[in-house]
T-cell receptor
Framework: EADIYQTPRYLVIGTGKKITLECSQT?????MYWYQQDPGMELHLIHY???????EKGDLSSESTVSRIRTEHFPLTLESARPSHTSQYLC?????????FGSGTRLTVV | AQTVTQSQPEMSVQEAETVTLSCTYD???????LFWYKQPPSRQMILVIR??????QNATENRFSVNFQKAAKSFSLKISDSQLGDTAMYFC????????????????FGSGTQLTVLP
């Protein structure tokens, strides 16, 4: 049973639109992550946070931004969506060696 | 920096048979964790099994077991008595015991192996 929730599950949006992908967890984990999963299915870390008001960029450069105002909430925002942003975005949280993943958001920019 | 390599993009196995998925990694760390995750078509990433590098004993979880060879930096997954529900993409992943920042510990994933269990 997932304790980390991502919405929406699917999103089709036009070029130039601003979008926010939501991620919330109920486990009280300090650390949260955003991974981008490309069509070849490989996952790349794009953002992470180790607590409220702390965010860092991951290994893969991304035009998205994140915020962490509350422990349970870690939204990802694209100010102006482009077709190159079409991908799956997976949110995760961790405590110690335990990671929990959300179900992902499949984003298509047309 | 760590790298994780899965050299088998696709594999198939007959139901009830055994299959082994390969994974190698490269790291200068001495203490770390290794994972196998399963991602079925529903896309939820599910933990299959975890291995602590300081433990010599190979981890097992029911039909799933690993062959961890620390010196060779090899971490293969064996699935026994394969079931149709095992059909999924399988990812090998690495996490350092301590991060360089002392805080968030990132997972580094391999490119995945698509496993299909045939009836």
């Amino acid at each position: 049973e997932a304790d980390i929730y991502q919405t929406p599950r699917y999103l089709v949006i036009g070029t130039g639109k601003k979008i926010t992908l939501e991620c919330s967890q109920t486990m009280g984990h300090d650390k949260m992550y955003w991974y981008q999963q490309d069509p070849g299915m490989e996952l790349h870390l794009i953002h992470y946070s180790y607590g409220v008001n702390s965010t860092e960029k991951g290994d893969l450069s991304s035009e998205s931004t994140v915020s962490r105002i509350r422990t349970e909430h870690f939204p990802l925002t694209l100010e102006s969506a482009r077709p190159s942003h079409t991908s799956q975005y997976l949110c995760a949280s961790s405590q110690g060696k335990s990671y929990t993943f959300g179900s992902g958001t499949r984003l298509t920019v047309v | 920096a760590q790298t994780v390599t899965q050299s088998q993009p696709e594999m198939s196995v007959q139901e009830a048979e055994t299959v082994t998925l390969s994974c190698t990694y490269d790291t200068s760390e001495n203490n770390y964790y290794l994972f196998w995750y399963k991602q079925p078509p529903s896309r939820q990433m599910i933990l299959v099994i975890r291995q602590e590098a300081y433990k010599q004993q190979n981890a097992t979880e029911n039909r799933f077991s690993v062959n961890f060879q620390k010196a060779a930096k090899s971490f293969s997954l064996k699935i026994s008595d394969s079931q149709l529900g095992d059909t999924a993409m399988y990812f090998c992943a690495f996490m350092p015991y301590l991060s360089s920042s002392g805080s968030a510990r990132q997972l580094t994933f391999g490119s995945g192996t698509q496993l299909t269990v045939l009836p």
